[in-house]
């Protein structure tokens, strides 16, 4: 069956641009995260939805990153006036419902470059 | 807070050798523990997990992790490396509920013929 599809794949663009990263969940699968992996560290949490909503979006560095999630299927991690900071892959991450009982299944991510 | 550690950032073994990766972690409560191990490029796939009971678990690919409370440890383990196994590979925590992972940082695992 289908995993869990990250596009684009890779994303290079100019610093101050405006970005999008899409994240197609496994079908069925209520709860959606995002995380950001920099160069040689683990993934970092930023936001995690349950269905159309966040429930926790602490992991956000500032008000640049923002993320939907309109039909609690597809979510879109949206950052604005990009810095080369933010510089990263992005990975999306989706698991049957609330609950550690359940795992996370992970994308292949996009890798974002700023230039 | 949570936090993990993965003291060893890059290891070396031959192919055939046995394994250890070495994870700590950091948690007020009962931690559930997950070993994730990425490939060039490619995601995270989740290799197993402990929530309770035993404190030796088995996962995917020949590998096994042990649970000890006493040293908030959850090392990961392979009796023969395969030159496939090269990759880097996660310790991560989290609690029951809604909470996302902790990653640690990664332990990159080099395999030699």
């Known amino acids: 069956g289908a995993g869990v599809s990250q596009t684009p794949s890779n994303k290079v663009t100019e610093k101050g641009k405006y970005v999008e990263l899409r994240c197609d969940p496994i079908s069925g699968h209520t709860a959606l995260y995002w995380y950001r992996q920099s160069l040689g560290q683990g993934p970092e949490f930023l936001i995690y939805f349950q269905g159309t909503g966040a429930a926790d979006d602490s992991g956000l560095p500032n008000d640049r990153f923002f993320a939907v999630r309109p039909e609690g299927s597809v979510s879109t991690l949206k950052i604005q006036r990009t810095e080369r900071g933010d510089s990263a892959v992005y990975l999306c991450?989706?698991?049957?419902?609330?609950?550690?009982?359940?795992?996370?299944?992970f994308g292949d991510g996009t890798r974002l470059s700023i230039l | 807070a949570q936090s993990v550690t993965q003291p060893d950032i890059h290891i070396t073994v031959s192919e055939g050798a046995s394994l250890e990766l070495r994870c700590n972690y950091s948690y007020g409560a009962t931690p559930y523990l997950f070993w994730y191990v990425q490939s060039p490029g490619q995601g995270l796939q989740l290799l197993l997990k402990?929530?309770?009971?035993?404190?030796l678990v088995q996962g995917i690919k020949g590998f096994e992790a042990e649970f000890k409370r006493s040293q908030s440890s959850f090392n990961l383990r392979k009796p023969s490396v395969h030159w496939s196994d090269a990759a880097e590979y996660f310790c991560?925590?989290?609690?029951?509920?809604?909470?996302?992972?902790?990653f640690g940082k990664g332990t990159r695992l080099s395999v030699i013929a």
């Open positions: 991450a989706s698991s049957l419902g609330t609950g550690i009982n359940q795992p996370q299944h």
């Open positions: 402990y929530f309770s009971g035993d404190t």
């Open positions: 991560a925590v989290g609690h029951s509920g809604n909470t996302p992972l902790v």
